[in-house]
């Protein structure tokens, strides 16, 4: 079994930046694909960022690319999200995921594990 824990959420204004971490516990994902969802207030999941097992190859929807950045660092057990130039339409609960899959995808039905969440509110 895997364990996905976020944090690093909270309050912030547009414009500023905050950092997501996601520390994996239990089985080892460092096989694994790993990827950050979000659901907005009354919203569905949207896809945010994955990257592959080693790190080499990230995605990104096309909502956040240039402003968020992945990465992993599996020796850490850790993914991090930095999210830069916050907009008020980036407030959602954020998820971290883990898939069976060395390669990243956009679909939430390849992703096995998820954290709880944790929420970012990004004020105007």
């Known amino acids: 079994q895997v364990q996905l824990e976020e944090s690093g959420g909270g309050l912030a204004q547009a414009g500023d930046s905050l950092r997501l971490s996601c520390l994996s516990t239990?089985?080892?994902?460092?096989?694994?694909?790993l990827g950050w969802f979000r659901q907005p207030p009354g919203k569905e999941h949207e896809f945010i960022a994955a990257i592959n097992f080693n790190g080499e190859n990230t995605y990104y929807a096309d909502s956040v690319k240039g402003r968020f950045t992945i990465s992993r660092d599996s020796a850490k057990n850790t993914m991090w999200l930095q999210m830069n130039s916050l907009k008020p339409e980036d407030t959602a609960t954020y998820y971290c995921?883990?898939?069976?899959?060395?390669?990243?995808?956009?679909?939430?039905?390849?992703?096995?594990?998820w954290g709880q969440g944790t929420q970012v509110t990004v004020s105007s």
């Open positions: 995921a883990a898939s069976p899959s060395v390669v990243g995808a956009a679909t939430q039905l390849v992703y096995e594990y």
């Open positions: 239990g089985r080892s994902v460092s096989t694994s694909a």
